[in-house]
């Protein structure tokens, strides 16, 4: 039974006040919304540049990130609005906007001028879906706000260019995320009957109340199996890892770079958001499905990270690589979930497990983005960059990108003093203070494995390195692209710099991540209000 506080808030909230709040809080994602809507229609009967389309874009960005700094200080209430504008939401979407100018950037000249508004506005959907799912406080809209990162990506997998290769990594990616959404929704309906509730921070409310069948183990068990089944697509993670190396390689490489960034920000702002944040504050009651999401966790953890670092070693095309790079650091950030149930603010950790996925998601995202885009900034169409000896000489021929290259591999390589070395030392530590229940070894033994694996994997890295500075290329230097290349060169540039800075100075990165990490964990107080009155009817006369 419902508190009858909390049963007024849901029952009696004012639908126009809530309503109200939530167009405001939204209003960045709205216009991107519109305008890609806008893009895409107008794209079919007026012929525009590509140039003008990019431009365009660049502009609804401008307009969307103004827009998200001047709601920043709206409120919703937490127990009858679909979205938030907490401090989780706010930093997570103001860095998923930031990124979003970086992937237009390396996108400028990824698409033939007939496809130009259908790709740009695809683009502008996927972001504008990601920042949803930041903001998401319902279940039906989080399902939503993932469908509206899947559905655009089809369209961009497809539309770049049109060949063999292409056409399958689109069509593997179409129906195993089809079946990760199944998954989801099974989860979404299991949590659903368990609460008879859909608004997560009602639920979180519950759990850390112990009401009545909150939680039941069996039915809270099958709910966070398949959340979590569903969600470890999007981020890569094992046992449903098996698509990314052949949709990686058969796609653009633009497209691989989106792939290894969005979906994983996604996954793990969903997980936190509908898993750690709603079971984590469960009271003594919810310790035994407490135990089993983490010890989940931890046996994916442990399977991803080695399954992907082990299987990178055998790979010489760059894209295979970065697929396997990138299921490995899901299994980095999956020890951050296993522990984020378990940690919570108050209970004296040095480091949160929301917090570590928040610091390494955001470090990962600039690394990625920044290897992407050299590789990008240093394809033709006749000399594509493939395989790891096409990099060879590098150093030689384009210096500065050969050198912001190596400082985004040696940071995915966790070097100090790179922002990659501190969001895995975040990680570790993390899984080291983990201070609730008696698994204390269980944690450390997960920060272990992690640092084993990050040993294996900075030999994969260090290869590229090696190739780049002390290997000559058989075929002769690569070419120089010229100003065509300008703006996946700046994306680039702003990616390395602020690895370097993230990493000289990780405070200014960890502690809007800290506040983040306890906003999405904060459970909140129950409302005081009273039940609505019920509205008196007017007999009709019966004349």
């Given at each position: 039974m419902l508190p009858m506080n909390l049963f007024a808030t849901l029952a009696g909230a004012d639908a126009f006040v809530v309503m109200k709040q939530t167009l405001i809080v939204l209003a960045p994602e709205l216009i991107m919304i519109l305008a890609a809507t806008a893009m895409m229609t107008a794209g079919a009967f007026?012929?525009?540049?590509?140039?003008?389309?990019?431009?365009?874009?660049?502009?609804?960005?401008?307009?969307?990130?103004?827009?998200?700094?001047?709601?920043s200080a709206q409120t919703t209430d937490p127990f009858s609005s679909v979205a938030?504008?907490?401090?989780?939401?706010?930093?997570?979407?103001?860095?998923?906007?930031?990124?979003a100018f970086i992937l237009v950037a390396l996108a400028h000249d990824q698409v033939d001028e007939a496809r130009a508004a259908e790709f740009f506005g695809s683009l502008l959907y996927v972001n504008a879906g990601a920042m949803l799912v930041a903001a998401a406080n319902e279940l039906v809209f989080l399902f939503v706000a993932l469908e509206l990162v899947s559905i655009p990506t089809y369209l961009l997998l497809y539309l770049p260019r049109r060949n063999a290769a292409t056409r399958e990594a689109a069509v593997k990616y179409f129906y195993l995320s089809i079946f990760a959404s199944a998954m989801f929704l099974f989860g979404a309906a299991y949590l659903y009957g368990l609460t008879g509730l859909s608004n997560l921070k009602a639920i979180g409310f519950l759990s850390a109340r112990n009401l009545p069948n909150i939680p039941n183990l069996q039915v809270g068990l099958i709910a966070v199996m398949f959340l979590l089944a569903g969600l470890s697509f999007r981020v890569a993670a094992v046992p449903f890892h098996f698509y990314a190396p052949d949709v990686y390689e058969g796609s653009p490489t633009y497209i691989a770079a989106l792939l290894a960034w969005i979906p994983k920000a996604v996954g793990f702002l969903a997980i936190i958001r509908v898993l750690t944040s709603v079971i984590a504050p469960g009271g003594d009651g919810a310790g035994r499905l407490i135990e089993k999401a983490a010890?989940?966790?931890?046996?994916?953890?442990?399977?991803?990270?080695?399954?992907?670092?082990?299987?990178?070693?055998?790979?010489?095309n760059l894209r295979r690589l970065l697929a396997y790079s990138s299921i490995a650091h899901a299994g980095y950030m999956m020890i951050g979930v296993s522990v984020a149930f378990v940690n919570l603010p108050g209970a004296g950790a040095f480091y949160l497990g929301s917090e570590s996925i928040l610091f390494y998601l955001a470090a990962y995202g600039l690394m990625t983005l920044g290897v992407f885009g050299a590789i990008l900034a240093l394809s033709t169409a006749e000399r594509p960059v493939?395989?790891?000896?096409?990099?060879?000489?590098?150093?030689?021929?384009?210096?500065?990108?050969a050198l912001a290259m190596a400082i985004c591999l040696f940071s995915l390589a966790g070097i100090p003093p790179l922002a990659g070395f501190f969001g895995k030392f975040a990680l570790f530590a993390s899984a080291f203070s983990a201070t609730r229940g008696d698994d204390t070894r269980m944690?450390?033994?997960?920060?272990?494995?992690?640092?084993?694996?990050?040993?294996?994997?900075?030999?994969?890295?260090?290869?590229?390195?090696?190739?780049?500075?002390?290997?000559p290329n058989s075929a002769g230097p690569l070419p120089r692209r010229g100003r065509e290349a300008w703006p996946a060169c700046i994306a680039t540039g702003v990616c390395t710099a602020l690895v370097v800075v993230f990493g000289m100075f990780p405070r200014t990165l960890g502690v809007p991540c800290r506040t983040a990490a306890v906003a999405a964990n904060t459970v909140p107080a129950e409302p005081d209000v009273q039940p609505a009155q019920p509205?008196?009817?007017?007999?009709?006369?019966?004349?």
């Open positions: 007026v012929k525009r540049t590509r140039q003008a389309w990019l431009s365009t874009t660049f502009i609804v960005l401008g307009v969307a990130f103004v827009a998200l700094l001047a709601v938030l504008n907490d401090s989780f939401s706010f930093a997570a979407r103001l860095f998923l906007l930031g990124t010890l989940l966790a931890w046996v994916i953890a442990a399977a991803t990270m080695t399954l992907g670092n082990l299987s990178a070693l055998l790979q010489d493939e395989t790891v000896d096409d990099l060879a000489g590098l150093a030689k021929s384009h210096p500065r990108i944690f450390q033994v997960l920060a272990l494995v992690g640092v084993i694996n990050s040993a294996i994997g900075a030999y994969y890295y260090l290869r590229i390195v090696v190739a780049i500075y002390l290997r509205v008196p009817v007017a007999r009709l006369s019966a004349d």
